[in-house]
């Protein structure tokens, strides 16, 4: 028989764009030799401008959704978004606790590209007590990263970033990778930290404008990466490489922001035979 490709099993919020959210998980995932499976903890009414409105599945659904494909299908990692509520949070804790040899991604999505909010102070509370103590990787951006640290406000101009990694590694997470989109600095910069200290940091030439969907992309490949058996700097580095080709190969479906090419490599230029 055909070898199995490796299950990651995604905790998300729908997007009908197929931006961001559980569709750019599973377009990622299938793109990188992995087989996604799907636990829908909200449906959203957004497009590719930004987010008008959630709704949060009851937290007995989403557990039951998780409960059932756990029991029947082999997982090697969980990738978790957009979670929808205290609840749920409590809820998906809870299970992936029953699994401590699974690798945990994590993409604390607490707002849309837009601004829109996606997150409490009490989902963000659940979070840092519930989730990320559990967390193989935790993939925010500046601004998450700051409010996920720091209780208080922080100046955000020259924020200490190893500062806020070492907060958050020190409830228990393993690793931390900083995003440098929200920077002004000419190269985007993302920085893994581990507990004894930086563990890589990434240049890469930042591309105008701003994409809907690509945190999701990058912390998708990396729960890709390590579904294939990756360690952990490695599913770093191939997800960096992998995303930044779909944001250079990003298409404009709407009137917002361009969308990634999580199938880049389809296209025929870029299959086999088609180099020029």
């Known amino acids: 028989m055909t070898p199995t490709p490796p299950a990651v099993l995604v905790f998300a919020a729908t997007d009908p764009s197929g931006g961001a959210g559980l569709q750019a998980d599973v377009l990622t995932l299938a793109s990188m030799g992995c087989h996604p499976l799907s636990v829908v903890t909200a449906i959203t009414v957004q497009d590719t401008t930004g987010v008008e409105d959630v709704m949060p599945l009851d937290a007995e659904w989403v557990a039951d959704q998780a409960r059932c494909i756990l029991e029947d299908v082999p997982v090697a990692v969980f990738k ?152 952990i700097a490695e599913a770093v580095a191939e997800a960096q490489e992998y995303t930044w080709q779909t944001l250079k190969d990003g298409f404009r479906l709407g009137m917002g922001q361009p969308i990634p090419d999580r199938l880049f490599w389809a296209k025929e230029e870029n299959l086999p035979g088609n180099a020029h």
């Open 80 to 231: 978790l978004g957009v979670l929808g509520s205290v609840e749920s949070i409590a809820a998906i804790a809870e299970i992936v606790s029953d699994y401590p040899e699974i690798p945990l991604v994590l993409d604390p999505i607490l707002a849309s590209g837009r601004g829109d909010e996606l997150a409490s102070e009490d989902m963000l509370s659940a979070l840092r007590d519930l989730i990320i103590p559990q967390a193989t990787i935790v993939t925010p951006n500046i601004l998450e990263i700051l409010r996920i640290a720091y209780d208080e406000n922080v100046e955000e101009d020259n924020p200490d970033l190893a500062e806020a990694a070492r907060r958050i590694l020190e409830t228990g997470c393993e690793y931390v990778l900083i995003t440098g989109t929200h920077s002004n600095s000419t190269q985007v910069i993302n920085t893994l930290y581990g507990r004894e200290g930086v563990v890589r940091s990434d240049g890469w030439e930042r591309l105008a404008g701003s994409y809907h969907g690509s945190g999701c992309t990058l912390s998708s490949a990396i729960a890709a990466g390590l579904a294939q058996g990756l360690d």
